[in-house]
């Protein structure tokens, strides 16, 4: 009896071991953080020539200090919990600071909450630039939503929905990519202009819910945010 206690006890430790393997790798923080459902998450880019997006990891041993700029290595751990009695396996990921590489000030912050395009964020079009001048809409068809988690805009032009990459640093912003549904516009639509500003816009400026695109200096366009989905 003691016996089959024992492997019991035995078997039952074997089955709730997770398997794990860790590799080390390299991150690019900015020097300012955005709030997301509550928590404060990083900047991070993993070569210097991407774009930064939001991580909502933890880095454990990292302590993060506001108008500072890093470089760090960083242990990942994949965690695979394989025990016969999770009959569906499940996967976690723990980030461990290994070494800062690099620490500096920088003169301005990358990105504050006041500029940052927020995730999921929808924006409706309040007035867009013609060639003969600025005109207003009330079109609730012509908006734009942003998923900054995989650098993706959609929306709608008044006449097709749309999908772009979008990449932004600073107050930078660049739109390409542009994929287009084919439905046949009214006579009045503004659908090419709309997607002239997005093509041209190169900087943006967010001001309470109004979110400006410009072209240089020039303002190509107006959104008013609506309630985030």
Known sequence: ??????????????SIIKASNSYLKVL????STIEKDGHLCLFVRENPSDSFSIFEHQIEGFTFENGYEYCILVEVQTKVDSSILNKNPTTSTVYTLSEIKSKHKTSSSFSSAKNFIPDSSKWTLYKLRLQDGTKTFTLQQAFILFDAQRNIISGNTDCNTFTADFSVDSNQIQIHN??????TCKKHSIEKMFLQMLNNSTQYIIKKKLLYFYQQKKLLGIFIRKADI
Not at 178 to 183: E, H, P, R
């Open 1 to 14: 009896m003691k016996k089959l206690m024992l492997l019991f006890i035995i078997f039952s430790v074997a």
């Open 28 to 31: 690019y923080i900015a020097d």
């Open 178 to 183: 542009i994929i287009i549904s084919k439905m």
